[in-house]
């Protein structure tokens, strides 16, 4: 799990102007992926006050610190920075005072400046955050883009996984990454899939070894990030093992406590992976959308028996 988010990692995320160049910012970090704007601070209202979070001043905010008293500001300034905050961050250009400047040099505050419109700013800062501060576990498998659905094929060592993500790639669809999968928790709802740094795009074949697939297939094969739609988990087909042949009721795996719909599919000599994957997309896919092919035979099943009493 991500713990803390270094202050000059956010600098250089979104363009930020450092206003004061004198402070360190390598040792700031953020460690809640969400924002305050601290206009009830500067009012002097301090109960329930965030002070974990980066510091959003916005046009309203600096209009109203415009119009303060010296005496007013010097006393809220100081004790808005002595809270140790990571940051302060000025949108639409806004510019700090230097009763502002002098306390946050007193406090060893970073003052920074974006171009944005606030509330531009405050939504895209919030996403990137809970991003870079989900949730992080990493597996054994594959990550592939097979028709807009993020599949991650799972399996023993060697039971194909890479071979049918070959496959795949060979039929157009995308590879995010091989052999080990980083899956971020950014919402109760959404896991993002990505490669590590040092395997991105490439594929470990057994007899052949490792190849580029960004090299050999283009860009168009491979794909930086993905959200995880479904699990197909290969294994060994077991013929005394009783295998679903119908899917009316969808299996579920658990994944940083969120359910992804998985398919456990047995691998025998002569099955198809890559189509068989390929299906199981489209087929979830139109589950979504509102249509159940399984579910429809079992109606014209049930409106045949009953025709026929």
Wanted: proline share 3%; net charge negative.
């Amino acid at each position: 799990m991500s713990e803390e988010l270094k202050v000059e990692k956010i600098i250089e995320k979104m363009d930020l102007k450092i206003l004061t160049p004198d402070i360190d910012v390598g040792s700031k970090v953020v460690m809640v992926p969400d924002i305050n704007r601290p206009a009830l601070q500067l009012a002097g209202f301090f109960d329930h006050f965030d002070n974990e979070r980066v510091q959003i001043i916005g046009r309203v905010e600096a209009a109203y610190m415009k119009q303060m008293s010296d005496d007013d500001k010097r006393e809220r300034y100081d004790r808005l920075l002595s809270y140790n905050i990571p940051c302060i961050i000025y949108c639409r250009n806004e510019v700090p005072d230097e009763l502002m400047i002098e306390a946050a040099r007193k406090y060893k505050i970073p003052l920074l400046q974006a171009s944005q419109v606030t509330s531009s700013f405050e939504a895209e800062i919030i996403r990137w955050m809970k991003v870079e501060l989900a949730p992080t576990i990493s597996i054994h498998g594959v990550l592939v883009d097979v028709y807009g659905e993020g599949v991650l094929i799972t399996g023993e060592s060697g039971i194909g996984k890479s071979e049918a993500a070959l496959e795949l790639i060979k039929r157009g669809h995308r590879l995010v990454t091989d052999d080990v999968v980083e899956i971020r928790k950014v919402s109760d709802e959404t896991l993002i899939g990505t490669a590590p740094e040092i395997t991105r795009h490439f594929i470990e074949l057994r007899g052949i070894g490792i190849i580029d697939v960004k090299t050999l297939f283009g860009v168009e094969s491979v794909k930086e990030t993905q959200g995880i739609d479904m699990v197909i988990h290969l294994e060994d087909w077991d013929k005394e093992k009783e295998y679903d042949r119908f899917g009316l009721e969808e299996e579920y795996t658990e994944i940083l406590g969120n359910k992804v719909v998985c398919h456990n599919l047995p691998v025998r000599p002569g099955r198809n992976l890559a189509v068989i994957v390929e299906s199981a997309a489209v087929n979830w896919r139109q589950k979504k959308m509102g249509y159940n092919a399984a579910r429809e035979l079992y109606n014209r099943v049930q409106n045949s028996i009953n025709r026929k009493e």
